[in-house]
C-alpha cells in the first residue's frame, strides 16, 4: 500500500495479539516498524519476525525512542496497547486500582504520544494516528465499567483529534472491534464467554479491517460491521438498547 510503504510505524503493545497483527501487516506493506510491549522479550520475538525493530517499555514514555530508531520521524502511530478488567461484579464498579490502570493506559498513553508526535507532524503537514479503541467504546460492556468508560474516552480522544487536525494533514483512524481472541479477551472473563467469545475473531482480521479504512481513508474502522447497526440503535432508541444490555447483565448474573 502506498500510504503505509517505506513509512516509519510504531505500534504499542505489539507482543501479542492485535498489536502484533498490526505490526506484521505493515511491515508486509513495507513500512519499517517499532515494536513496542511492556514485555521486552515478547516484542523482541515479533520485532524479529518481521524486520521490525523492538522498543519495550512503557507505552506513554516510547516516542522519543521511537522516533530515533526510525531515523528521526514516525509517520504512523498506532496506540493500541490497552488493559481490561471484570470489575463490575456484585462487588459494585469502583475498583481503584482497575480504574487507575485503566485511565492511565487507555486513555492518557494515547495523549501524551499525541502531545509529543504533533509538532512534528503539524509542521509537515503529514501523520497517521491509530486508535485501537473497541466496540465498548461506541456501546459499553457489561461487568467492566472501568474499560467501558476509558474506551469512551479514547474514542472521544481520536474524534476530537480528526476534527481539529485534519485540515492540516492528520489521518486519524478508531478501530473498535468486539470480541477479538486474544489474551484480552481471557480477561474479561464470564462477562467476555457471554457477549464476544461467540463472534470473535482473529487479530489478522482486525488489521484486515484497518487497511480496508486506509484505502478508504475512514475513521471509524468496525471489524464487526454489525457494530454500527448497534450503534445506530443505542443513538435513536437508547432506553431499549438499555433493556437488551441489561437482559445481557441478567443472564451474566443468573450464569454466575
Known amino acids: 500500500m502506498e500510504a503505509v510503504q517505506d513509512?516509519?510505524?510504531v505500534v504499542t503493545g505489539a507482543g501479542g495479539g492485535i498489536g502484533?497483527?498490526?505490526a506484521r501487516r505493515f511491515a508486509a506493506e513495507g513500512a519499517r516498524v517499532v515494536v513496542n510491549d511492556l514485555d521486552a522479550e515478547k516484542a523482541k520475538a515479533v520485532a524479529e519476525e518481521i524486520g521490525g525493530i523492538a522498543v519495550p517499555g512503557d507505552a506513554s514514555a516510547i516516542v522519543g525512542d521511537a522516533r530515533d530508531a526510525l531515523g528521526g520521524t514516525v509517520d504512523v502511530y498506532c496506540a493500541n496497547a490497552g488493559v481490561a478488567?471484570?470489575?463490575g461484579g456484585a462487588g459494585g464498579p469502583l475498583d481503584e486500582k482497575s480504574w487507575?490502570?485503566?485511565?492511565d493506559v487507555n486513555v492518557m498513553a494515547h495523549v501524551r504520544a499525541a502531545h509529543a508526535l504533533l509538532p512534528g507532524w503539524l509542521e509537515r503537514g503529514a501523520g497517521r494516528f491509530v486508535s485501537t479503541v473497541s466496540a465498548a467504546g461506541l456501546l459499553t460492556m457489561i461487568g467492566a465499567p472501568?474499560?467501558?468508560v476509558t474506551k469512551h474516552g479514547a474514542l472521544a480522544f481520536a474524534e476530537w483529534l480528526s476534527l481539529t487536525y485534519r485540515h492540516r494533514g492528520l489521518k486519524v483512524h478508531a478501530i473498535c472491534p468486539q470480541g477479538v481472541r486474544t489474551d484480552m479477551l481471557a480477561a474479561t472473563g464470564s462477562a467476555g464467554d457471554l457477549v464476544l467469545q461467540p463472534t470473535a475473531i482473529e487479530p489478522a482480521a482486525?488489521?484486515?479491517a484497518l487497511f480496508r479504512g486506509?484505502?478508504?481513508d475512514r475513521f471509524l474502522i468496525l471489524p464487526h460491521p454489525e457494530v454500527a447497526e448497534y450503534y445506530q440503535a443505542r443513538a435513536t432508541e437508547p432506553d431499549r438498547w438499555l433493556d437488551g444490555m441489561n437482559h445481557l447483565q441478567r443472564r451474566w448474573e443468573e450464569a454466575r
Do not use: N, Q, R, T
Open 7 to 9: 513509512a516509519g510505524v
Open 20 to 22: 502484533a497483527a498490526l
Open 85 to 87: 478488567f471484570e470489575d
Open 100 to 103: 487507575a490502570a485503566s485511565w
Open 146 to 148: 472501568s474499560y467501558s
Open 206 to 208: 482486525v488489521a484486515d
Open 214 to 216: 486506509i484505502e478508504e
